[in-house]
């Protein structure tokens, strides 16, 4: 039998799916301490996570190791060149958390446009401020997407009602297969330009870190909104904040250097923040678990490579 660890809150199809099967022997407890529940059994083949931070000595402390699969589409928190140093392979769920993400970027919209996060605590205390909460309309509005992938177009497709005009940027993805998203292909410079509203949908690396910057916020129109749903590290945070006090940018924000308790840095400068809200559905949990077991199946019965990020 194969030992599977899952030290997190994962849906109980991830056990259900792998018992089923037969080879698999699971231990699923969502846990405080990585380090030590590695220790407790470091004969495992595979490692199953959703945000925890994955360094090389927890690598190490698992010397029977093989696989690790993020449950997710995001894999920053996975010492990707220790584990293919040390022969593990790791995966990703991409799409799982997609559409979880997507609805939560338009949530975010709506809810700073109509001013619903502060309006219920004023209307609940008895006051009537209804002049004091005047918002604005989605509609008729530009749109700007940064990144095109799975995420990026199921945002296109959830504003697709709204009447909006949707601009995106992606080098990977041709002007054809944005326009067969409904989204018309512009440069970088372009889009922070013309979008009433820029939502990032990028992943965090040497090439993305800080890329949000002073060059392109400089651009936005006056009282634009900036959504960041993706990764702290793609804005530079000392450039918005130079940029919000003079613009009045909007920033809504659901993504921080550490998924964890304490102060945050971005507190005085975000309209609307939440604790990376982005893939904390039913639904998404189901499938991200799902399909996390699923390859990991696939992966060790048939060799199937094709959720492998760091071959």
């Known amino acids: 039998m194969k030992r599977v660890l899952i030290p997190t809150k994962l849906d109980k199809t991830v056990r259900e799916t792998l018992e089923a099967h037969g080879g698999y022997a699971v231990v ?14 470091s004969e495992a083949h595979a490692l199953i996570v959703r945000s925890e931070k994955v360094t090389s000595a927890i690598i190490d402390a698992l010397p029977k190791l093989k696989v690790i699969v993020r449950a997710g589409s995001g ?14 392979d790791v995966m990703s769920t991409p799409g799982a958390n997609a559409n979880a993400v997507a609805e939560e970027v338009i949530a975010l ?55 909006v ?19 018309e292909l512009v440069d970088l410079h372009t889009l922070f330009v013309r979008a009433d509203y820029i939502t990032l949908h990028v992943p965090e690396t040497p090439a993305t870190k800080g890329m949000v910057n002073a060059a392109l916020l400089s651009h936005m129109k006056k009282g634009a909104t900036i959504i960041n749903c993706a990764r702290a590290g793609i804005i530079n945070e000392t450039d918005l904040r130079a940029a919000k006090a003079e613009k009045q940018l909007r920033f809504l924000n659901d993504v921080y250097p550490k998924d964890a308790e304490g102060p945050k840095t971005v507190a005085d400068i975000a309209d609307i923040m939440v604790p ?36």
């Open 28 to 41: 699923l407890e969502e846990v405080a301490d990585l380090a030590a529940f590695c220790a407790q059994h």
């Open 75 to 88: 894999v920053d928190t996975i010492d990707l060149a220790h584990a293919r140093k040390k022969g593990v």
């Open 109 to 163: 919209m709506l809810a700073d446009a109509r001013h619903i996060v502060d309006a219920d605590p004023s209307t609940r205390a008895g006051k009537w401020e209804k002049s004091k909460f005047m918002g604005r309309e989605v509609s008729g509005k530009t749109v700007g997407i940064v990144g095109l992938g799975a995420i990026g177009r199921l945002v296109a497709r959830r504003l697709s009602g709204f009447d």
């Open 165 to 183: 005009q949707l601009i995106g940027y992606d080098p990977m993805v041709t002007a054809e297969q944005a326009r067969a998203a409904g989204v």
């Open 276 to 311: 990376h809200l982005g893939a904390s559905t039913k639904e998404a949990n189901f499938k991200a678990a799902l399909h996390a077991a699923q390859q990991l199946i696939e992966l060790d019965e048939k060799g199937t490579s094709a959720y492998i990020v760091n071959r």
